[in-house]
């Protein structure tokens, strides 16, 4: 009997997520799972694509994301990343997730990640029920944050080490969230909320990892003159629990510490032949944050993206506005906050040499509640897979998208995503490998990219170039089983 299939996608060029060369040939989809790959001449769909030769991936795993709110808020709040054929989301990173503890006057940048009345779950449980129930448009895969439990378990007094009640009480909630869905726990030891905490603290909370392999994972404590004292730390914290560790989009952040990646790489390559370590990074020179969290330089330019008391100066330069007011770029910090800004602060010879380096992946880091984000948060995967790829050539298009889906799923420790074969999850995206691009800019970063023709979630098709977001909520919670 003939196969029939409810989509099968014919003539594409299949690039399967491993870092193998690409081939021809047609992927079948039943349900949720991929059933069929290769000549399906002879098989039937209920929906059947014709790629013409276009570029059929599996769904990218954005390694770095601050979605926690939105992926609760329906399928059109996640055009950015559907848009980019990104199919899962990794949240809770730098130390900030909206579980567990119903915070109240949170700091900068808890504030700026998730509104005020969206921190309403006492528990991982909590999340993980609200969720399941709503269905997200992408799958998701959760860390619990740090700055999360010390802001909690520290009634706001965080400007100190923590107590042994206090550790116990993190402790206690990071154990309990684990065993409710949670695959690991994340750090932003560079954020005041996280900044008192000394290394001891945080291997005394990370405990709970050491019995589920959960992964340590870190925005460090200094990603610019203590660079390489941070990648001590941090390994130094995953292996006293014996979890693996990722550092959080990797860089060599002000002028003074550009080139210093020569020095960072081979610092992390020597830690990975003792135990497991990988980094995330994503393709821009600017990063972005809360405005307070740098002290503003003239030789950094700094772009504002949101600023709550005035709203009307997102997209403006911290240095007109200062010249505009008539006052110094610490006052006009001040005036603006509560706030995050883009800081053009890192070099592209680090940005290409990171992103290069066979411990990468592939991560956005974008603010989906910024006024006038850093397009990253649009634009990362198309840029990474156009401008990087395609135009420079820096490594090549599998190896691109084995950076977005193999090699996370591998380090993170998701089961039958990132790969295209028989009996995987049928994430994918459909793109053409000539025109791929991404449109999001400083000046208008909400583009959707050029390039990506179609992604499916769980079988779903979730966006079609042109259309956008079908509506369809086709994710799932997806939980760290470790290989």
């Not at 990975?272 to 969290?293: E, K, W």
């Not at 820096?394 to 295209?420: C, N, Q, W, Y």
């Amino acid at each position: 009997m003939a196969l029939r299939c409810d989509l099968i996608i014919r003539d594409a060029t299949i690039i399967d997520g491993s870092g193998a060369p690409r081939y021809a040939g047609d992927v079948g989809v039943t349900g949720d799972r991929i059933v069929a790959v290769g000549d399906l001449g002879g098989a039937s769909a209920d929906r059947e694509v014709l790629a013409n030769g276009r570029v059929l991936a599996p769904g990218f795993i954005d390694a770095h994301t601050h979605d926690d709110q939105i992926v609760l808020q329906g399928a059109e709040c996640m055009l950015c990343k559907l848009s980019q054929g990104v199919t899962t989301s990794v949240i809770g990173n730098c130390g900030i997730s909206l579980s567990p503890g119903r915070l109240r006057n949170a700091p900068a940048p808890l504030g700026q990640v998730c509104a005020p009345e969206w921190w309403q779950f006492d528990s991982f449980a909590e999340f993980r029920d609200r969720l399941e129930s709503q269905v997200p448009a992408v799958n998701t895969f959760a860390l619990i944050g740090h700055m999360t439990l010390r802001w909690e378990a520290m009634g706001g007094d965080i400007d100190r080490v923590a107590t042994d009640a206090e550790i116990a009480r993190m402790r206690d909630r990071l154990e309990a969230s684990l065993a409710e869905g949670a695959s690991g726990f994340s750090t932003g030891l560079f954020y005041a909320p996280s900044k008192a905490a000394s290394t001891e603290e945080v291997i005394a909370i990370s405990e709970p990892l050491r019995a589920t392999k959960g992964l340590y994972v870190t925005h460090m404590r200094n990603e610019a003159e203590g660079v390489l004292d941070s990648i001590d730390e941090t390994l130094r914290i995953a292996a006293a629990v014996g979890a693996p560790a990722v550092i959080s989009h990797h860089k060599c952040a002000m002028p003074e510490n550009h080139g210093r990646s020569r020095e960072t790489l081979p610092r992390i390559e020597e830690g990975a032949r003792h135990q497991s370590v990988a980094f995330d990074v994503y393709p821009y020179t600017a990063a972005s944050t809360s405005l307070g969290a740098r002290k503003p330089r003239h030789d950094v330019p700094v772009q504002i993206a949101n600023s709550a008391p005035f709203p009307e100066m997102a997209g403006r330069m911290l240095a007109d506005v200062a010249a505009e007011w008539g006052v110094s770029l610490e006052e006009a910090v001040e005036r603006l906050l509560p706030a995050s800004a883009i800081f053009h602060n890192m070099a592209e010879e680090d940005v290409r040499r990171i992103m290069s380096h066979p411990l990468a992946m592939i991560g956005s880091d974008g603010g989906p509640l910024a006024k006038k984000p850093h397009p990253r948060l649009w634009g990362t995967f198309p840029r990474v897979l156009g401008h990087y790829s395609r135009d420079l050539g820096l490594f090549s298009l599998e190896a691109a998208v084995h950076k977005m889906t193999g090699r996370p799923a591998a380090v993170f420790g998701i089961p039958d995503r990132g790969a295209i074969r028989v009996g995987a999850y049928a994430d994918l995206v459909l793109f053409d490998a000539a025109t791929v691009k991404d449109s999001a800019s400083f000046e208008n970063p909400a583009q959707p990219a050029d390039g990506i023709v179609e992604t499916w979630v769980n079988g779903q098709s979730s966006y079609v170039h042109g259309q956008g977001v079908t509506g369809v909520r086709a994710g799932q919670l997806v939980r760290r089983v470790p290989g």
